[in-house]
Nanobody, 124 residues
Framework: QVQLVESGGGLVQPGGSLRLSCVAS????????MAWFRQTPGKEREFVAS????????DYAHAVKGRFTISRDNAKNTVYLQMNNLQPEDTAVYYC?????????????????WGQGTQVTASS
């Protein structure tokens, strides 16, 4: 069983930055494909970014490419999401997700494990 705990959300002004962290406990972290999703009220959860177990392959949603960076530290069982130039449309609850497969997916149903979510708000 894998448990995921996110942190780092908060309120920033448009153009600001935040770094989210997600710490995993359970089986070998380096074997997990990790991802970040986000969700706003009344809308479906959407893919933001994913990273392979060895950190080599990175994938991003078009809306965040060039502004967000996903990374991981397997020694610390942690995945990060660095978010720069945040805009009001980035406001959402951000979720960390994990799957026990060696390739990426941007589908919610493909991920077996989820964190509780952390709120990110970009507003003046």
């Amino acid at each position: 069983q894998v448990q995921l705990v996110e942190s780092g959300g908060g309120l920033v002004q448009p153009g600001g930055s935040l770094r989210l962290s997600c710490v995993a406990s359970g089986p070998s972290f380096s074997s997990l494909y990790m991802a970040w999703f986000r969700q706003t009220p009344g809308k479906e959860r959407e893919f933001v970014a994913s990273i392979a177990g060895n950190g080599v392959r990175l994938d991003y949603a078009h809306a965040v490419k060039g502004r967000f960076t996903i990374s991981r530290d397997n020694a610390k069982n942690t995945v990060y999401l660095q978010m720069n130039n945040l805009q009001p449309e980035d406001t959402a609850v951000y979720y960390c997700a994990a799957r026990m497969h060696p390739y990426t997916s941007n589908y919610v149903a493909a991920y077996e494990y989820w964190g509780q979510g952390t709120q990110v708000t970009a507003s003046s």
